[in-house]
């Protein structure tokens, strides 16, 4: 019993430090790169997506996920793509769910499967959503989507807050012209909801195809500046371990965080590392660096330890930051939905 505790104990101890002295604690594991929306900052209007047979099975998923947890990360984030519209996919949430270890399990999703996931989502042991919401108007969210309707989404939201998870925080895009008009509104909507929302600064991953996303760049600051208007929000040392940067006023609980891959960034303290929906683990969000699990997992299915090693060696070649530049070509070819977002 005793010696139990202390390999558990062991395991729980940051054992992911890349050269920079950072620990790697969070990992974020893409479970397909397949949607069931096109949003124009994230793909392009017609996508050609991974063949099934090159995914990692949802059983690899789990040995991914355990190794991690093993290597001390304490948070797992799902995304993709769309993570609740692959098949099969609450089996692997109630597996990760029961890992000991695992302080932090959340989803990423743009909330139309959660009228139907919702209540087994907090029973398998999910503690956080962050639910996509760039507009609260119809017709603009069917603009952005491309292919979604704000009701399932705005449905899925309330089905989420019957449920009670630990924290719901929204995720939202903003873009000039687009929808910058309605941050203050976006706001509101999450204070009457007494839920989180964050404010996302376009990041140029793979060709979109649909606009200039140097002219579509709404800054940080400028939103700020346009919530100040009718909101003091004070600065906030939240931390939950993601890249958010919070702030709040003192009459409220809901947070305002900010995503500022240009304006502010935050490579510096970077803790996580995300997992393709091929295996493909990549090191920074913004560079190619990336290390091949499928392989490893493929050729020794019985044992974990060739990729617990394979990790470890990993956080060698974690580059130092990212490189965006908005003016120039993508400089990478991944889309955000490859990626994991
Ligand atoms: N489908 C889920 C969703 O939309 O929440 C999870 C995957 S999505 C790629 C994760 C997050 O990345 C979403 O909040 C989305 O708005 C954001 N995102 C997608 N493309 C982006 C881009 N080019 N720049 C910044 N954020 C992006
Ligand atoms: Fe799908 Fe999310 Fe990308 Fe939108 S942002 S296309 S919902 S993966």
Redesign the pocket.
Known sequence: MDQLKTTELQSSKPQLIDRFGRHITYVRL?VTDR?D?R?V???AEDMTFVPREQLLTLEEMERVGRAFVQLGVHKIRL?????LTRRGVLQLIQGLGSLEGLRDFTV????SQLPRFAVDLKAAGITRL???L?TLRADRFRQLTRTGHIEQTLAGIEAALAQGFKRIKL???ILKNRNHDEVLDLVAFARERHIDISF???????E?GDHD?AEAYYSSDEILRDLRTRYDLQAVNDQTGGPSRYYKTLDHDSRVGF?S?HSHNFCGDCNRVRVTAEGRLLLCLGQEHSVDLRRVLRAHPLSDEPLIATLKEAMQIKPQGHEFQLAEKPILFR???A???
Do not use: K, Q, W
């Not at 990423?108 to 909330?111: F, V």
């Not at 996302?200 to 793979?206: A, K, N, T």
């Open positions: 893409s949607c929306f949003c900052y994230c793909m995304t993709g793509g769309e993570p990423t999703t743009n909330g962050n639910i996509s760039d995720n939202a895009v996302i600064e376009e990041m140029p991953l793979g979109i996303r995503i891959p889309h955000m939905n990626t994991g977002g």
